[in-house]
């Protein structure tokens, strides 16, 4: 009787406890891993995204210049990018959208010897 109260409670415990497996997106990066991509990897490793219901997977392209293509083509769920890439890949009418902002400012620079 003993070991079928404990199966029952077990049971009950399991009813009540809510597993979901975490949503996978694929996340491509703009290139190789860099310092603009420090949140992302802040998250990850954080278990930020974990927190969140998320199981991100990180990919580094072998061409920077895909990324926006490999996003439209449904190849990723979100893709990073830069800004002035963003309105020619509209003005061609490629199908993506802007959803968020890593860094808030240029990271142009003008470097000299």
Known sequence: MNRLLRAIASLLLLATVNVQAAEKVRLLLDWFINPNHAAIFAAQYSGAFKQQ??????IAPADSAS??????AGKADLAISYQPQLYTLVDKQVPVIRVGTLINQPLNTLTAV
């Open 53 to 58: 219901g998320l199981d991100v997977d990180m």
């Open 67 to 72: 990324v926006p293509l490999l996003l439209a």
